[in-house]
């Protein structure tokens, strides 16, 4: 039904900035939430930031300062921008769209590694 394909990741150092991107194609509605988690090695995988297509925004607080996301409703794409990068911020970033009204669906990308290493 949804596909998701993301780009943008790659290595950084420390206070250098990114820009992640996903493309998401299928039944993407008004109602989708787009958005982007990530999972560093042993942890739990856990939210970045979300969008809705009237550009309600909810960004995990430890990003909050320093990352931005945006969507292009008619493209079907939502971007983080990731500014004064950290160590922490190392993690697999994956791309997701939710849809819980008229068709439901949970769909995740395939991801893509942020690593911020000097």
């Known amino acids: 039904q949804v596909q998701l394909v993301e780009s943008g990741g790659g290595l950084v150092q420390p206070g250098g900035s990114l820009e992640l991107f996903c493309a998401a194609s299928?039944?993407?509605?008004?109602?989708?939430?787009l958005g982007w988690y990530r999972q560093a090695p042993g942890k739990q995988r856990e939210l970045v930031a979300t969008?809705?297509?009237?550009?309600?925004?909810n960004i995990a607080d430890s990003v909050k300062e320093r990352f931005t996301i945006s969507r292009n409703n008619a493209k079907n794409t939502v971007y983080l921008q990731m500014n004064s990068l950290k160590a922490e911020d190392t993690a697999v970033y994956y791309c997701?769209?939710?849809?819980?009204?008229?068709?439901?669906?949970?769909?995740w990308g395939q991801g893509t590694q942020v690593t911020v290493s000097s």
């Open positions: 969008i809705t297509n009237e550009g309600g925004t």
């Open positions: 997701n769209a939710r849809n819980y009204i008229r068709v439901s669906y949970n769909v």
């Open positions: 299928g039944r993407i509605f008004d109602t989708t939430i």
